[in-house]
């Protein structure tokens, strides 16, 4: 049983920063694909950034391009998605997910394994 948690959300001003992590338990963490995605209310679930098994390669959602840092710590089981320049349009449920598949995907349907999601609330 693979469990993914994640952590770091929470309420910020426009233009701050959070860094969220995700903790990977059950399994090799180094065997798996991850990704981060959210989910504003009313919203289809979207892509935010996707990071290979060695965290050689990365790949960002065109509206986070610049600003957010994908990374991960295979020692530590850990997934980090460093988030500056926030803004209101960051808004959302953000969750980690995993497949231990060569996928390097953004797609959230090819992704197995997800996480209970954390809030990030940016105000204005």
């Known amino acids: 049983q693979v469990q993914l948690v994640e952590s770091g959300g929470g309420l910020v001003q426009d233009g701050g920063s959070l860094r969220l992590s995700c903790a990977v338990s059950?399994?090799?963490?180094?065997?798996?694909?991850m990704g981060w995605f959210r989910q504003a209310p009313g919203n289809e679930r979207e892509f935010v950034a996707i990071i290979s098994r060695s965290g050689g390669r990365t790949f960002y959602a065109d509206s986070v391009k610049g600003r957010f840092t994908i990374s991960r710590d295979n020692a530590k089981n850990t997934m980090y998605l460093q988030m500056s320049s926030l803004n209101p349009g960051d808004t959302a449920v953000y969750y980690c997910a995993a497949d231990a598949r060569t996928l390097y995907s953004s797609s959230p349907a090819q992704y197995y394994y997800w996480g209970q999601g954390t809030q990030v609330t940016v105000s204005s």
């Open positions: 059950g399994r090799t963490f180094s065997s798996y694909e």
